[in-house]
């Protein structure tokens, strides 16, 4: 396997379900809306300047609204027209948790990086966890720089290891130190304690 992460990620990512985007029911986003504020199908229409028939069928999917309709709707409910269209955020999955006992991650050793892949049955994740022991001990020893999509945070577990960073001057880290960067810029990490470092890194999958 390459030292590039952009392999850890594809693998999250094959072993993951895509969410595949749902057809908006307008009807029930608006009846969603006007129950989140505790209003009556009366309350709403008169908000909204409609009739208190037409908002009922809207929200019965029993007549498409037209954009005037539409204007009403959103100045009675004091949002934008297109947010009538917008998912609300709770239609997320929520209450999703996965615990990694202490070494039962996935691993994939590479040459300069011994990663172990955390929270690895979590399908649809936002993020890539995952623990990794610092071989290198000399830049030379990767192939050019590593960098993927996406955003990452660093920290150190154990040791020290020095952060080399395309546009930066080379840092040093020891337990405890974290970074957050922009994974599309080149880096490369080493240790430069007696022991191999580790660290935990985390990985936007956006």
């Given at each position: 396997?390459?030292d ?8 999250a ?9 749902e057809?908006?029911?307008l009807?029930?986003r ?20 409609l ?13 498409s ?25 709770r ?19 590479t040459?300069?990086y ?12 936002q ?15 990767f192939?050019g720089w ?11 577990l ?28 080149g ?20």
């Amino acid at each position: 396997m390459s030292d590039d992460p952009k392999n850890l990620i594809r693998i999250a990512r094959d072993t993951g379900i895509q969410d595949q985007p749902e057809a908006l029911n307008l009807g029930l986003r608006v009846r969603d809306l006007r129950k989140a504020r505790n209003w009556t199908l009366e309350q709403a229409a008169q908000q909204a300047g409609l009739a208190r028939s037409t908002l009922s069928k809207i929200e019965n999917g029993q007549m498409s609204p037209t954009y005037d309709a539409l204007k009403k709707l959103a100045v009675g409910l004091q949002i934008s027209v297109p947010q009538l269209f917008t998912p609300p955020q709770r239609e997320k999955i929520n209450g999703r948790m996965v615990m990694t006992p202490f070494g039962s991650g996935q691993h994939h050793a590479t040459t300069t990086y011994e990663h172990e892949l955390l929270s690895e049955t979590l399908t649809k994740k936002q993020m890539l966890p995952y623990r990794a022991r610092v071989r290198a001990r000399k830049i030379e020893e990767f192939d050019g720089w590593v960098r993927h999509d996406g955003e990452e945070f660093l920290y150190v577990l154990t040791g020290m290891i020095r952060l080399f960073t395309e546009f930066y001057e080379p840092i040093e880290m020891r337990r405890g130190d974290s970074a957050y960067y922009d994974a599309t810029m080149g880096h490369n990490v080493i240790s430069v304690s007696e022991d191999d470092a580790t660290i935990l890194w985390v990985t936007s999958l956006l």
